[in-house]
């Protein structure tokens, strides 16, 4: 059964850290670019980072500096470090796969 299955959110406060961790399907994961979306209420769903299966990233402007995603190409995860949040960067954060998958999300709240 393909997977992602997204864990780590939870609440914290600004200028706080948390990890988040996407457990994947081996078909879905080797060879395929890795990504964290997030979707802020009443707004689009929209890119937070991606990773390429040799390690190269790329990150939305609004996270750079601040976010950082790896991926574990034996434990099938891709992670993203979150530091320094933002109240802005609350939203549920969506794990992808570029071969089509979507996790279900987690919530990430940063009280202000």
């Known amino acids: 059964q393909v997977q992602l299955v997204e864990s780590g959110g939870g609440l914290v406060q600004a200028g706080g850290s948390l990890r988040l961790s996407c457990a994947a399907s081996?078909?879905?994961?080797?060879?395929?670019?890795m990504g964290w979306y997030r979707q802020a209420p009443g707004k689009q769903r929209e890119l937070v980072a991606t990773?390429?299966?040799?390690?190269?990233?790329r990150y939305a402007v609004s996270v750079k500096g601040r976010f950082a995603i790896s991926r574990d190409n034996v434990k099938y995860t891709v992670y993203l470090q979150m530091n320094s949040l933002k109240p802005e960067d609350t939203g549920v954060y969506y794990c992808?796969?570029?071969?089509?998958?979507w996790g279900k999300g987690t919530l990430v709240t940063v009280s202000s």
């Open positions: 990773i390429h299966s040799g390690g190269n990233t």
């Open positions: 992808n796969s570029a071969s089509g998958y």
């Open positions: 081996r078909s879905i994961f080797i060879g395929n670019v």
